[in-house]
Each structure stands twice: as structure tokens, then as C-alpha cells.
């Protein structure tokens, strides 16, 4: 089935450092990718889509200059959190849509933040 | 309201029962919905679609209520590996063929031995 990998599994930094995440698709490729982030008991909320050679589209309340999205190739997005803070401390997921299969979206693994 | 509204839980139920949850959703336009399984610091993954007329996989039965904008799951014998929290998601897809998924919090199940 459709794979996506999703690098770091696990981030530790310091405060004002800047984390880039990295979300490939491994065989299919994707136009669309998705940046979710989930802190703990809640539900996984939408940040981002992520389009192949466009901007993304930010939700509602997310701050594009802090969550910088790059989706320059088909098979390969990333998330950068510029200057984070011990709140944005969070597990990150991304997803692939492979508009070939029926599964609405494949996950990766996700990306477990800590700022200290 | 949240789009999608679940019991948090949690629920401890014996091995070999049987558990149902449900969910609800507020936005008519979702056009089709899934129930996800997440696994504690992992990611989901995608346990069942949901059909109105209702749908099996194994010890699995999901079915979905557009009238009353209602999801269910029930999972008979239930097994220690159920063990999980279970996520009601909701799919819409736009004119443009844009794809979205609104999850709920999910409910935790934790089968006991």
C-alpha cells in the first residue's frame, strides 16, 4: 500500500530554534499534503494544505510566518517551525493524498516536538 | 459546536464484550466519513469506511445515520489489541476536488483482561 515517511520521528531543542520536518510520499506522488499538529487528548487539528508548486493554505488561527510549508516536489513537503517556543511542543502529522487510491489520506508517522 | 463530537470515554470494557460508540457530526455537506484508529504517540490509521447501509469487517460494524447526522462502531469480542482510541472523521471534497478531513477528539477504549 501507499507509504509516507515523515523525518524526525522525534525532535528535543531549545527555545528559538527552528525545526524542519520532512514528509515524502514513497510510491505515489502527491499534490496534495497535509500538516496536522495534536496536543495531547485532543484531536488532530488541520494546519495547512500543502499544493505542489503553489502556496499553501493556512487554517484559520495559524500563522503562516511561523509554520513555513514547502512543497516543491511531488513526492516530498516540509514544515518548518521558525523560532519555537516550549508551546509548540506538539506531535506533528502529515498525510499524502493519493487521489489513485481509496483511502482518503495515507499518514505518516509524525513528529514528536519538544521545545524546552 | 465542534464539527465532529465524540465520547471522550474512557472506556474499560472486559475482553469478549462487545462496545459501540458514536459520533456526531454538524456539517451536512461531509460527504463521507471513516472511523480511525489511533495507537498512544502514533499516527492514525484507517480502521473503516462508513456507509449508510451499514458495513462489516470481521468483529467490525460501522453505520451511518445521514438523517440524524450520526456515525456508529461497534466492535463484537473485543480483543486486548483493541485496545486504542478510536477517531469519527469526516470527509469533504470541494468543487475543486480538494480533499478535507475534520476529525473528532476520539474515544479511548481500553479492553481489559
Known sequence: ?116 | RKEVEQDPGPFNVPEGATVAFNCTYSNSASQSFFWYRQDCRKEPKLLMSVYSSGNEDGRFTAQLNRASQYISLLIRDSKLSDSATYLCVGRVISNFGNEKLTFGTGTRLTIIP
Open chain 1, 1 to 116: 500500500g501507499a507509504v509516507v515517511s515523515q523525518h524526525p520521528s522525534w525532535v528535543i531543542c531549545k527555545s528559538g530554534t527552528s525545526v524542519k520536518i520532512e514528509c515524502r510520499s514513497l510510491d505515489f506522488q502527491a499534490t496534495t499534503m497535509f500538516w496536522y499538529r495534536q496536543f495531547p487528548k485532543q484531536s488532530l487539528m488541520l494546519m495547512a494544505t500543502s499544493n505542489e508548486g503553489s502556496k499553501a493554505t493556512y487554517e484559520q488561527g495559524v500563522e503562516k510566518d511561523k509554520f513555513l510549508i514547502n512543497h516543491a516536489s511531488l513526492t516530498l513537503s516540509t514544515l518548518t517551525v521558525t523560532s519555537a517556543h516550549p508551546e509548540d511542543s506538539s506531535f506533528y502529522i502529515c498525510s499524502a493524498e493519493d487521489r489513485e487510491g481509496n483511502q482518503p489520506q495515507h499518514f505518516g508517522d509524525g513528529t514528536r516536538l519538544s521545545i524546552l
